[in-house]
């Protein structure tokens, strides 16, 4: 790692954004080529492609791609033999340049490691460039499932699920790749880039509801129950009519999506941390089926509307793709009684919410389409309304029956306040109803049903507020929860102003989720929007004074409570050819800047990377919608 | 029974049907009949322990302890019942087959009902299991190097609608070893293929249309950049999860065909695997090697609007059957008609035109139970598919787990008349460029017709079915003829017109899949009674005044089956079919006078609904239950077969005992 020194004082300037060639290229690529090619395009980018380890072979068959300024579209060749290609006829102008080969990462030219960046490559008019592109071998999982009974267990779906810098897992398996056991129970999974994954195993069984099961004792003891009732062996009917019952099985048991090292809780999933070219196998586990409970409650304060509760549940961990075995039944629902239960727990942490729509508001009939790995339901939810009720109570389940849960339905609660523009030159919007505010879980909201259960966070939708004519908006009858605030402006005044703050109670809703308890509504928000955005830029040079490229410039705010992953307080941005970086919309603050020879998308925004930071960082001030120049100089 | 859905919108696109909520049973005094049995594996005949074993009553959950898991031993016990005659057992277990009561094979056979009397205890449900063959080996290409990330399918020989054809079989990719393993196959003889298609897309062709995207949808979402070679000024060369091939060596573009074990192009010169229940065989390699392609160009003679986004399939000799995913090449046609396929590999070839492609498909497992990933799945969509859809249905005369699965594409965002126009053209290709193929698009034959409604008046009333599938069933099911049907498959249910489109040249069957009680009575053509005889669209290309009967009439043959000791024979299979030899062959993939059906644990069977005429019918052992689909099977039968006359609207009652048909 290298660390910085400040050259140069910060002050304000006008200096334009500039950015890099690289980004407009890759638009371009879609645009329709022209087939004929110029006199003038004479210029060769040629070269080898090497393995990225030690030994470093040729590659074959590796495909490496072009674009960029003077090409309409992107160009391929195939390497031979020896990892030679030839990329000819080309005109002058800067060139990005990738390469790839399946259960390789994918490489760029320029890339400081494996799956980071690449820089472009500047070609003259004719010009021959020769040069050398690594590619480093993708990272395997493998292993073997197998049953409570120690058998493989064939056809079942496994993921590599990567964890992502955010942190936020509700979607992990939206991007995972999956594979299906074989007949001998293996998995391999490859193609894999650097990280920290956790593998997953979705067994699927035909039905729902729990699985009742037996002991070899219990199916003697019910056996010989029968022949004596029955009177002997096979099939007879009793001389003596209305026998008692038998007892049923004891327990009722599902196949739940299970977390290596053979786990239902993603809690307990273990982390593997992956580097290029590992091979990890061995990832083996177990997929038994797990003890199902039950869970009993009663709705209070819904009056004489107990009919017209409605009751979703959603398990903590990432949001697992549709399996109806495995999933809550809800087996009595509020009506008759404030009673409801369900059936068909497995281990883990559940958010159980009951929502009461007391307003007249049209129902759109559930509909559950079909979409490509999995279902989602559209329709079904009344929009949130000041006068809807809802009660919420997490709990943890772990094979044991729980009774008694309490679900008390409270107002929802209301987000009011207003917006304001900031602007010495530009004119605020006349018409403010224009501007529309979305308040959404972190992940978004989802919704499975199945058999009358609702699984998932469908009562978190807010429908979007307009703010009214005189700048004050209130958002209602939301249902406890955490949430992300957005606004939304039409086009013509999005291009002008842009949101800045979000203030309640002395924090800003842009830089932590807000989390709404059932304590009363929220009001005195202030929103400002203004017309300015903020602009860090300067050029990184090395201690000869020459222009540092292949550094990553890292710019963070000095307050350590904003180091939370995707903050907008955290910046990363690699420098052009010379050496210029411009960092835009920074929020108002202090913040220090770093460069660094590496980058890790994976871990950067973590405290501990940055706390090593701060020492060798130069402090800067930015102030609202202020452009601020920074040119910083590499020592080593 | 035939089950059919439609999906439309995005590729692998499926539709979750949900069992409804759990059947609580209520009456007065508390139900006590019982069932218990053992579930064992039908190879080895051992008990498996930890099997998941359901309970159903018509089709519903019974109770809330419908699913229990197998003993140690295997065994399950399902108690409290209540008395009632259509109880079903079926069973899942990891690495089997789904299995069900009365089921005797590795079948998709619904298996035997089980009745029960007030506190009566069934005490012997054996329900057995079949473990599903596998085979596996290694993708190399001509330097023995393993190639990483491409498809291998297996391509299955079946006989279905009483002829053998080519099934599309599960596939997988090779993994970062070359290596592949499928399994999930039920036995039979297979061939195993890297496919490698050549997809040309014309050069002017934005990333967004070569990804199937309109222009709207690209600008809100990121479009996926297909790697494409510049192999041609007008035509790009787009690779897919099939072979890279070596650079152009001398000018010349290279390109690997696709390939059969051991090392053919050809799957006239492949090897097929014959695989038993359970079997696995390792080390079926492929070997691939590059050959010189070349360039077809041709021009597509039709009208204008017939040429929007039109694709064209080369499709290697032998592969004709074969849908989406068996091409050498495929291509777009330009809006003046003319195409290119770049990099032909040399060999015989049929260049198909056509909006809807057809073939046989069989998957992996069992489906309920095994869940296969469907992101896997083949076939990839070709480029430029702008919308595609596709149906598949389950087929009475094939065996378990085949299926028919159209595939269509839209044009110009728009679905159309899947088999309107086609056109089709065979050339060899060796090595050298071929132009100026032709290809004349034709127009499909058309039927009109209508439905007449004829209730009987000895039967209590039913309501007119809702709906009335008409459809064209080619003899033999070949599915380059397509399954030409009622538009939309819904007709209005206020007319009684129907309107076929799409009929090729070739013989089919005009059959209607009612829900019983109705049935088809008479089909006639100008007069003539067609009700048991195909009809031949080669020479005629519009049929009208077509009268299609139907009745809620139908005929009903049942009684006892009895084994060799006497014994109420459970499970046993019985088979009714025609007594004329005509009707044994050339029936079509859904044929009205061939049915089985497993008699109940009491030995009882009924074929009910069913046109009236003069039936053979015979009992078979339940393992025997699909046999009836191999060569002569028919005619061996009928020398054993019990003679049963039966009129519109009568019951027969025939009592059997179980043969063994060798």
């Known amino acids: 790692m290298t660390f910085t020194q400040g050259v140069g004082r910060a002050f304000l300037s006008g200096v334009l954004c500039l950015f890099p060639p690289a980004l407009s290229a890759r638009l371009t690529a879609q645009q329709p080529r022209d087939a004929g090619v110029a006199v003038s395009d004479t210029g060769v980018i040629a070269g080898v492609v090497l393995s990225d380890d030690a030994a470093a072979q040729p590659v074959r068959r590796a495909l490496v791609t072009i674009s960029g300024t003077g090409l309409p579209s992107s160009r391929t060749a195939i390497t031979d033999d020896g990892g030679r290609f030839v990329m000819a006829q080309l005109p002058a102008g800067r060139f990005v340049i990738a390469v790839k080969k399946a259960a390789y990462i994918p490489g760029a030219y320029g890339a400081s490691r494996p799956g980071r960046p690449g820089t472009a490559l500047a070609l003259a008019a004719g010009q021959r460039a020769e040069i050398t592109l690594k590619i480093a071998r993708a990272a395997v999982l493998a292993g073997v499932i197998r049953d409570q009974l120690g058998e493989s267990v064939p056809g079942v779906q496994v993921s590599a699920l990567k964890i992502p810098a955010s942190g936020v897992i509700s979607n992990l398996f939206s991007t995972a790749d999956v594979v299906t056991t074989d007949d001998r129970g293996a998995y391999r999974v490859f193609g894999l880039l650097p990280g920290e994954y956790v593998v997953a195993a979705i067994p699927r069984v035909t039905g729902m509801g729990g699985i009742g099961s037996r002991s070899a004792s219990e199916m003697d003891a019910m056996l010989g129950a029968l022949q004596r009732r029955t009177g002997r062996g096979g099939p007879a009917i009793p001389a003596n009519a209305a026998p008692a019952p038998l007892p049923p099985p004891s327990q009722s048991f599902s196949y739940a999506p299970t977390y290596h090292p053979g786990v239902v809780m993603f809690s307990g999933a273990t982390r593997l941390r992956l580097a290029p070219g590992d091979e990890r196998t061995g990832v083996d586990f177990v997929v038994a089926p797990v003890v199902t409970a039950n869970l009993e409650g009663a709705i209070t304060g819904a009056g004489d509307a107990l009919s017209a509760v409605q009751l979703a549940i959603q398990v903590d961990g990432p949001r697992v793709p549709t399996s109806f075995s495995s999933s809550p039944v809800l087996t009595q629902r509020p009506g008759e009684s404030n009673q409801f239960k369900y059936t068909n727990l497995a281990p883990g942490r559940y958010r159980i919410m009951a929502r009461l729509a007391r307003s007249e508001t049209r129902v759109t009939p559930p509909r559950t389409v079909g979409i490509s790995g999995g279902t989602f339901t559209s329709g079904g939810q009344p929009p949130a309304s000041p006068d809807t009720l809802y009660g919420v109570a997490e709990i943890d389940v772990s094979g044991t029956d729980v009774t008694g849960v309490i679900l008390s339905l409270e107002p929802g609660i209301t987000l009011s306040g207003n917006v304001v523009f900031d602007s010495t030159t530009t004119k605020p919007p006349e018409d403010l109803s224009r501007i529309r505010l979305t308040i959404s879980p972190p992940g978004g909201t989802y919704m499975s049903s199945g058999g009358g259960t609702v699984v998932g966070n469908t009562f978190n939708a807010v429908t979007p507020t307009t703010v009214r004519s005189d700048g004050t908006f209130a958002a209602t009858g939301i249902a406890p929860g955490t949430y992300l605030l957005r606004a939304t402006l039409p086009a013509d005044l999005s291009q002008t102003w842009s949101l800045q703050s979000a203030i309640l109670r002395g924090q800003d809703l842009l830089d932590a989720p807000l989390d709404i308890a059932q304590s009363g509504d929220l009001s005195g928000a202030v929103l400002t929007f203004s017309d300015r955005r903020s602009e860090l830029s300067g050029t990184l040079q090395t201690a000869a004074g020459g222009p540092a490229p292949e550094y990553f410039v890292v710019v963070f705010t000095s307050d350590r409570s904003y180091w939370t992953p995707q903050s907008r307080r955290l910046k990363t941005v690699r420098p052009g050819t010379d050496g210029r970086f411009t960092v835009m919309d920074l929020p108002a603050g202090d913040y220090l800047i770093a460069a660094l020879t590496d980058v890790d998308p994976d871990e950067w925004q973590s405290s501990a990377f940055l706390e090593q930071l701060v020492q060798a960082s130069i402090k800067i001030t930015i102030a609202s919608g202020a452009r601020v120049t920074q040119d910083i100089r590499v020592v080593k | ?662």
């Open chain 2, 1 to 662: 029974m035939l089950a059919r859905l439609l999906r439309l919108g995005m590729f692998g696109a499926f539709l979750v049907v949900l069992p409804h909520g759990p059947g609580v049973q209520n009456s007065q005094a508390p139900p006590t009949a019982a069932i218990s049995g053992v579930v064992v594996d039908g190879t080895t005949n051992a008990p498996i322990a930890g099997a998941v074993v359901s309970l159903t009553k018509g089709r519903e959950q019974v109770g809330p302890q419908s699913r229990q898991l197998t003993d140690g031993k295997g065994r399950y016990a399902f108690i409290n019942l209540p008395a009632g005659e259509n109880y079903a057992l079926t069973a899942n277990k990891f690495g089997y087959f789904d299995g069900a009561y009365g089921r005797e094979a590795a079948s998709n056979a619904p298996g035997g009902q089980l009745s029960l009397a007030d506190g009566q205890w069934v005490g012997n449900a054996r329900i057995v299991l079949w473990r599903p063959a596998a085979l596996g080996g290694t993708v190399i290409d001509e330097r023995g190097e393993p190639i990483v990330n491409v498809y291998v399918r297996v391509i299955a020989q079946r006989r279905v609608a009483g002829a053998t054809h080519l099934v599309a079989g599960p596939s997988t990719l090779t993994d970062d070893r070359g290596r592949y393993r499928i399994s999930g196959l039920r036995p039979g003889r297979f061939f195993v293929s890297v496919p490698s298609v050549q997809w040309s897309v014309p050069a002017s062709m934005t990333a967004a249309a070569i990804a199937g995207m309109s222009e709207q949808l690209a600008a809100t979402r990121e479009v996926p950049v297909e790697t494409a070679l510049d192999l041609s000024a007008s035509t790009r060369l787009v690779l897919g999860n099939f072979p890279v091939p070596p650079p152009p060596s001398d000018g010349r573009a290279m390109a690997y065909s696709i390939a059969f074990h051991p090392a053919a192009t050809a799957i006239g010169d492949a090897t097929a695997i014959e695989l038993k229940d359970g079997e696995e065989r390792d080390s079926v390699d492929v070997r691939l090697d590059p050959v010189p392609g070349a360039h077809v160009s041709g021009k597509v003679q039709g009208p204008q609007e017939a040429l929007v986004n039109l694709i064209l399939r080369l499709v290697p000799a032998g592969l004709e059957e074969l849908g989406l995913g068996s091409e050498g090449a495929t291509t777009i046609v330009a809006n003046d008609g003319t195409f290119v396929f770049l990099n032909v590999p040399a060999g015989a070839y049929t260049i198909d035109v056509m909006r809807g492609f057809s073939e046989f498909v069989e998957r992996a497992g069992s489906g309920s139970a095994m869940e296969t990933n469907r992101s896997q799945e083949f076939p990839p969509r070709p480029p430029g598919t702008i919308g595609s859809g596709w149906s598949s249905e389950t087929l009475p005369s094939g065996p378990a787990g085949t299926s028919y699965m159209t595939r269509s594409t839209s044009a110009g965002g728009r679905f159309i008349n899947a088999t309107a126009l086609t056109g089709r053209t065979t050339l060899t290709v060796s090595g050298r460029d071929v132009s100026d193929v032709a290809v004349v698009l034709r127009a499909a034959g058309t039927m009109h017709g209508r439905i007449v409604v004829e209730p009987d008046p000895r039967q209590k009333s039913a309501p007119r079915p809702q709906y009335l599938p008409i459809r064209a069933e080619p003899v033999n099911g070949d599915p380059r003829l397509g399954l030409p049907r009622v538009e939309g498959q819904t007709t209005n249910p206020d007319s009684d017109a129907f309107e076929i489109f799409g009929l090729q040249a070739g013989r089919y069957w005009l059959r209607s899949n009612l829900p019983a009680p109705w049935v088809v009575k008479s089909i006639a053509m100008n007069g003539k009674d067609m009700t048991n005889t195909p009809f031949d669209a080669s020479s005629t290309e519009s049929f009208t005044g077509v009268v299609v009967t139907i009745t809620n009439g139908g005929a009903t043959i049942n009684g006892a089956i009895a084994d060799s000791q006497g014994q109420p024979a459970a499970g046993a299979a019985v088979l009714l079919f025609p007594v004329e030899p005509a009707g044994w062959m050339d029936f079509g993939l859904s044929p009205t006078r061939i049915k089985t059906t497993s008699a109940s644990n009491t030995g009882a069977f009924e074929f009910s609904a069913r046109p009236a005429g003069d039936y053979y019918v015979i009992a078979l052992p339940a393992r025997d239950i699909d046999a009836w689909q191999g060569p002569d099977f028919f005619k061996r039968a009928s020398a054993r077969a019990t003679r049963v006359t039966v009129g519109w609207g009568e019951t027969k009652t025939v009592d059997l005992r179980v043969m063994e048909i060798k």
